[in-house]
């Protein structure tokens, strides 16, 4: 299994950037993918970007494409979320998975909690307007 640690979340006014770090150990060989996902008190979870791990290929959802962007540094095994532009709305805590079982990358699967096997603490972001 893979453990993850994320870091870098905070308080930011609106229009401002953070970025977020999720760092990886453990079964790390094995990942397929990695996702960014996000939960308000009382929502769901929502899903905001992910990874394909190998080759590195990222989606988003609507609401955050185009203002955030994920990369990585495969060597440290850490994937980062940029996040600009930042609005009200985007206030929640922030969680990084892993997907290291299964071996399903398609957009659809990457954008359902379900599908990954390990979760981090997540971290707290919250935008003042």
């Known amino acids: 299994q893979v453990q993850l640690v994320e870091s870098g979340g905070g308080l930011v006014q609106a229009g401002g950037s953070l970025r977020l770090s999720c760092a990886a150990s453990g079964r790390t060989f094995s990942m397929y993918a990695m996702g960014w996902f996000r939960q308000d008190a009382g929502k769901e979870r929502e899903f905001v970007g992910a990874?394909?791990?190998?080759?590195?290929?990222?989606f988003y959802a609507d609401s955050v494409k185009g203002r955030f962007t994920i990369s990585r540094d495969a060597a440290k095994n850490t994937v980062y979320l940029q996040m600009n532009s930042l609005r009200p709305e985007d206030t929640a805590v922030y969680y990084c998975?892993?997907?290291?079982?299964?071996?399903?990358?398609?957009?659809?699967?990457?954008?359902?909690?379900?599908?990954?096997?390990?979760w981090g603490q997540g971290t707290q972001v919250t935008v003042s307007s």
């Open positions: 998975a892993a997907e290291s079982l299964r071996g399903i990358i398609t957009p659809q699967a990457m954008s359902v909690p379900d599908s990954y096997d390990g």
């Open positions: 990874m394909q791990w190998s080759g590195g290929g990222t």
